[in-house]
């Protein structure tokens, strides 16, 4: 059995779009997120490509304001350009809207996809290690939301 995959997907809200758009949607099928327009690094575009797949876990970055603001899997594997959206995420009320996002300081410190270390692409890996840490944040900064986290992260 392959080990859960994760990533996270960064969006700049001063360019105009937020999460909430994502999280408060009533669309009732998956959710497509970027296109080639919107995702230009080269290495997002291969992580998409090659590495993204259906079920994998997204942790959604607000960059400008940094913090994680929700969780969510992916409802497709990635796909390359010239196809439309580049992933399709879980239909909105699969997801989770953190009641406590994590926050760049302290909560984000060491791990290095929410780092310039990896560069700024829209899509970045989270290592296992760096994710079970993340988990347990997100658990025990939003207990009234735990079920629904354990479901969704396990």
Same mark, same amino acid.
């Given at each position: 059995?392959?080990?859960?995959?994760?990533?996270?997907?960064?969006?700049?809200?001063?360019?105009?779009?937020?999460?909430?758009?994502? /999280?408060?949607?009533?669309?009732?099928? #998956?959710?497509?997120?970027?296109?080639?327009?919107?995702?230009?690094? $080269?290495?997002?575009?291969?992580?998409?490509?090659?590495?993204?797949?259906?079920?994998?876990?997204?942790?959604?970055?607000?960059?400008?304001?940094?913090?994680?603001?929700?969780?969510?899997? %992916?409802?497709?594997?990635?796909?390359?350009?010239?196809?439309?959206?580049?992933?399709? /995420?879980?239909?909105?009320?699969?997801?989770?809207?953190?009641?406590?996002?994590?926050?760049?300081?302290?909560?984000?410190?060491?791990?290095?996809? /929410?780092?310039?270390?990896?560069?700024?692409?829209?899509?970045?890996?989270?290592?296992?290690?760096?994710?079970?840490?993340?988990?347990?944040?997100?658990? %025990?900064?939003? #207990?009234?939301? $735990? %079920?629904?986290?354990?479901?969704?992260?396990?």
């Amino acid at each position: 059995m392959n080990a859960l995959r994760a990533w996270v997907f960064k969006i700049n809200t001063k360019r105009g779009w937020e999460f909430d758009a994502y /999280f408060r949607s009533r669309l009732s099928g #998956p959710y497509e997120m970027g296109d080639e327009g919107w995702i230009k690094s $080269a290495s997002s575009l291969r992580y998409l490509r090659d590495e993204v797949r259906k079920g994998d876990v997204f942790l959604c970055y607000e960059v400008d304001r940094r913090r994680v603001v929700g969780v969510t899997r %992916a409802a497709s594997d990635g796909r390359d350009v010239g196809m439309g959206s580049l992933v399709d /995420f879980l239909r909105p009320r699969g997801a989770v809207r953190l009641e406590y996002p994590l926050l760049r300081r302290p909560d984000l410190d060491h791990i290095l996809a /929410f780092g310039p270390e990896r560069g700024r692409g829209t899509v970045q890996r989270i290592e296992p290690d760096e994710f079970r840490r993340l988990r347990r944040l997100m658990l %025990a900064k939003n #207990p009234k939301q $735990a %079920a629904k986290l354990r479901r969704l992260l396990s």
